[in-house]
């Protein structure tokens, strides 16, 4: 339910780079989202379906890379992609990890014309 | 077609925001806690009882988020300097605050004449880890009935929790609540996070967690 105003914030940003860039139509945009964040897709596609109405990006295909968890173990540095919830490390077994990746939110790039 | 390199954040928007609320915060000298829980953990009990032990000597404003009704702002009203309501049913995002909310709570509070900003989030395990405030703290309050479960289905929020508050302690030997294995999950992430185990009932351990807090207020 809270996809509403990050359509916004991304939808601001697409104009944005593309007024920069002096750009007629947006074509694709593409979105890195990590599997940590609350964030759905289908919602921020729903939103962004009307919203986007009217502007640069209207009708602009939204594609989606989702990033796995990435965690890195405190006691060894080893880095791994954990198997469910066990966040245990696959090397030494340590249950300290810090969380390096799953909680991206950004747009990577776009196709424009 | 040709492909323009963006890798912007999302997020920048909230973030900014937060960061200006941080000022806006530091140049009153007042601190601020965002106090995250699930509906029904007892966060504004929790407030509630905070409130009784800080005051009068520390003058604190209390933000609620709610989706809609007052009830939570109305329970407070008597208990603090200062409340600030604000209903997220009327806003683009109604699961959690954002930091343009708080902004605009901000405006409406007596900054000056406070010590300690006390936001209320909406109840929700989820989405109000994704949104920096311009808080100093980040508390998050899980309750024994809720199992003991919780920081493995909802790691973020736990993960960025600066203190950990165990609700309704008194409940444990009616639940399934093994205090040592939530603590255990917690630290997988966060491991040097504090705990307090209380319950708003009775009243238990809340002295611990105002030593704590009070600590925290130092130099605000």
């Known amino acids: ?113 | 077609m040709r492909k323009i390199e963006v890798v912007q954040n999302i997020l920048d928007a909230n973030n900014a925001t937060a960061e200006s609320n941080r000022a806006t915060l530091d140049n009153h000298n007042c601190a601020a806690i965002n106090v995250m829980a699930a509906p029904g953990a007892g966060k504004t009990s929790f407030i509630l009882r905070t409130l009784d032990l800080l005051r009068p000597d520390i003058k604190v404003g209390v933000i609620e988020g709610d989706v809609a009704s007052t009830v939570d702002a109305e329970k407070v009203q008597n208990a603090a300097d200062a409340v600030v309501q604000i209903n997220t049913r009327y806003m683009p995002e109604s699961c959690a605050l954002v930091a343009d909310m708080v902004d605009a709570a901000l405006k409406k509070l007596p900054l000056d004449q406070l010590d300690l900003i006390i936001i209320e989030n909406v109840g929700n395990l989820i989405c109000p880890s994704e949104f920096n405030l311009g808080e100093d703290r980040k508390i998050v309050i899980a309750s024994t009935p809720e199992g003991d479960d919780k920081p493995l289905k909802y790691p973020m929020i736990f993960t960025d929790a600066d203190a950990i508050i165990i609700n309704k302690i008194d409940l444990v030997p009616y639940v399934d609540f093994d205090i040592e294995a939530f603590k255990s999950s917690v630290r997988t992430t966060n491991p040097t996070v504090p705990f307090f185990e209380v319950s708003c009932k009775t009243g238990t351990g809340m002295a611990e967690w105002i030593q704590w807090l009070r600590k925290q207020l130092q130099g605000k």
């Open chain 1, 1 to 113: 339910m809270h996809e509403y105003g990050i359509t916004e914030s991304l939808l601001n940003i697409v104009e944005q780079k593309a007024a920069e860039a002096g750009v007629e139509r947006v074509a694709v945009i593409r979105i890195v989202v990590g599997v940590l964040t609350g964030f759905a897709p289908d919602s921020i596609e729903f939103y962004f379906g009307s919203m986007s109405q009217n502007t640069v990006a209207e009708g602009a295909t939204l594609e989606f890379e989702e990033l796995q968890v990435q965690l890195r173990c405190r006691a060894c540095s080893t880095v791994f992609t954990p198997r469910a919830r066990d966040w245990t490390c696959p090397d030494c077994g340590s249950s300290e990890v810090d969380i390096e990746g799953g909680r991206e939110l950004y747009i990577k790039e776009m196709e424009v014309s």
